[in-house]
């Protein structure tokens, strides 16, 4: 880092040239293209660079900032606003992955090896270059933050600083695509511009690494063991990228990959976050995928390097344009020796619904946390206690898709709080239930009851088969599970399941009611799910029973806050 020194934040104070269509050579002569936003002055600048799939001629497209859903909401320009750096005396370099947009090469499948590799080898380049004064950070979240990790995982020399805010898949199986070992299909509509997404991917030469990898017969008998999933051919659409791989090579690898193993280590940078020695900013959203990689970033390389965690309470616009004069701070002290004060601020910073202010802590899970057990009784309650005496479970049938639209469900309520409740954390909810097939897929939530909000305060999800508990890979933010195989329920067996829940901060104001939902599917349709793509779940109608009294105490444990007096 260069010397830090008391002073005013960069301001806005240059002229702009654009280089396009720059080409890079990558350590194995494949030509990656940049488009690079630089001061029009003379002298040397610190650089940043943000890497995606995306195109990053899209990056700048001018569309007004859009709440997510609306009709020209556009999720993948995200590497941020490159004037905003380039007139405060940065040079902001936006890259095309090998494969996509106008880069050579090939996209061998999600995260393979390539794209940290050509990360590293662009920040050496840029270091190089007569107006950049060797500092390099980079930018962007969602995939832009994902590939800021990977290209810190290979350690470049050059790279001062990163920010990934938004990441998304570090754990690309539990915090990707099988969530809790139920397969989210959010890169069906990512990769092909469907909604919300729209641009989706610029592919260029995007193979699948199954086929690439794979043996033709063994690839074979993998395709003919998918098409016979009874789950999955429910969906015609997902059928027919099994049959036709070129369409979405990406998601047809995770189709043939249904557990973890060998595919997902090696695709997640999770496995190498130890490796990351540069200081660190991580931030975004509460609800939403994102926000468990988030945690899991943050408290893994904090004992290592300076870190940050800035959390908010929703995904916000696109284009992202977002939060850049904080970020700005952070460049400025790590690339440029400026003393915005950053450092001297609380390690995390974090939004909570229902209050206007910000909160501050030190740690994460807070270092407040006091653990509160709601739980669940007859009549749908939420009590202090187990329900000793009435041990007759709470049941709902689910039919699949293919029969109705209906999602049912059951449901638990506090009695109207007596006084202000934080609760901000991880809630887990432990459960104890019986089914009448093999495999079910948990959904579980957290919301406020009565409310008109559309999506809840925190949910998770869990399949049936993937109950095992992974004590080894437990951490105080995350209860783990062992994905790796299936061990089928047996019907009518009692069994306990322990559901993670993504973090949330809320505030329930005194009369209000605390409501825990156990589902088991996502309807396409709902506008919950309509807007960020639907897991997949059982296909055969399934009768389930949830026991909650003294023997088995069914409950929800909330990460509460004290309040200050």
């Excluded at 008998?221 to 016979?228: D, F, G, I, R, S």
Aim: net charge negative; glycine share 8%; hydrophobic share 35%.
């Amino acid at each position: 880092m260069t010397e830090v020194k008391k002073a005013a934040g960069s301001q806005p104070q240059y002229g702009i040239v654009v280089d396009r269509d720059v080409f890079v050579p990558a350590r194995d002569g494949v030509k990656l293209a940049v488009d690079i936003y630089r001061p029009d002055a003379p002298g040397k600048f610190p650089a940043i660079l943000a890497l995606s799939p995306y195109g990053k001629d899209t990056q700048m497209f001018d569309t007004p900032p859009q709440p997510f859903g609306k009709s020209i909401f556009e999720a993948s320009i995200e590497a941020g606003n490159a004037y905003y750096y380039a007139e405060r005396g940065y040079v902001y370099v936006i890259g095309d992955l090998r494969g996509t947009g106008h880069s050579e090469g090939i996209y061998e499948g999600l995260f393979s090896r390539h794209e940290g590799e050509d990360g590293y080898d662009i920040v050496e380049w840029l270091a190089q270059q007569p107006w950049c004064d060797g500092n390099v950070g980079m930018g962007g979240i969602c995939y832009f933050a994902s590939m800021q990790l990977h290209v810190a995982a290979e350690q470049p020399p050059h790279l001062k600083c990163i920010a990934p805010w938004e990441i998304f898949g570090d754990d690309l199986y539990n915090h990707g695509q099988y969530e809790g070992g139920v397969f989210n299909i959010f890169l069906y509509g990512l990769y092909t511009g469907t909604y919300p997404a729209r641009c989706g991917y610029a592919p260029n030469d995007v193979r699948s690494a199954m086929e690439m990898s794979t043996p033709p017969e063994e690839l074979k008998k993998l395709v003919e063991e998918a098409m016979q999933d009874p789950d999955l051919r429910q969906y015609p659409y997902l059928l027919h990228l099994l049959q036709y791989p070129k369409k979405n090579p990406i998601l047809f690898d995770f189709m043939l990959n249904k557990l973890d193993g060998p595919y997902y280590r090696e695709r997640s940078v999770s496995e190498r976050l130890d490796r990351i020695k540069v200081p660190t900013y991580v931030g975004g959203p509460f609800f939403s995928f994102f926000s468990q990689p988030q945690m899991n970033v943050f408290n893994r390389v904090r004992n290592n390097v300076p870190t940050k965690m800035y959390l908010y309470t929703d995904m916000g616009t696109r284009p992202w344009r977002a939060n850049h004069d904080e970020l700005l701070r952070w460049y400025d002290y790590w690339l440029k020796g400026i003393d915005t004060g950053i450092m001297d601020e609380p390690t995390v910073r974090y939004q909570t619904t229902g209050m206007t202010t910000w909160q501050s802590a030190e740690s994460w899970p807070l270092e407040n946390t006091v653990w509160t057990d709601f739980y669940f009784n007859s009549l749908g309650q939420l009590g202090p206690e187990p329900d000793y005496w009435n041990d007759e479970p709470d049941a709902f049938v689910q039919q699949p898709l293919y029969v109705t639209e209906t999602r049912n469900r059951v449901t638990y309520v506090s009695p109207p709080l007596p006084h202000d409740l934080q609760v901000t954390g991880p809630p887990r909810i432990t459960f104890y239930a019986a089914i009448d097939q093999d495999d079910t897929c948990w959904r579980v939530e957290v919301r406020e009851a009565d409310s008109d909000a559309i999506y809840p305060l925190a949910s998770g999800w869990l399949k049936a088969s993937h109950r095992a508990l992974d004590p080894e890979r437990t951490t105080p933010w995350e209860i783990a599970h062992d994905h790796t195989k299936e061990v089928p329920v047996v019907p009518g067996e009692i069994n306990e399941y322990v559901v993670q829940l993504r973090p949330m901060s809320h505030l329930f104001r005194a009369g209000k009611q605390i409501k825990v939902e156990i589902s088991c599917i996502d309807v396409p349709t709902d506008p919950e799910t309509y807007d960020v793509m639907w897991h997949v779940c059982k296909s055969r109608t399934c009768l389930h029973k949830i026991y909650r009294d003294g023997r088995y105490p069914s409950r929800a444990s909330l990460p509460v806050i004290p309040r200050k007096s």
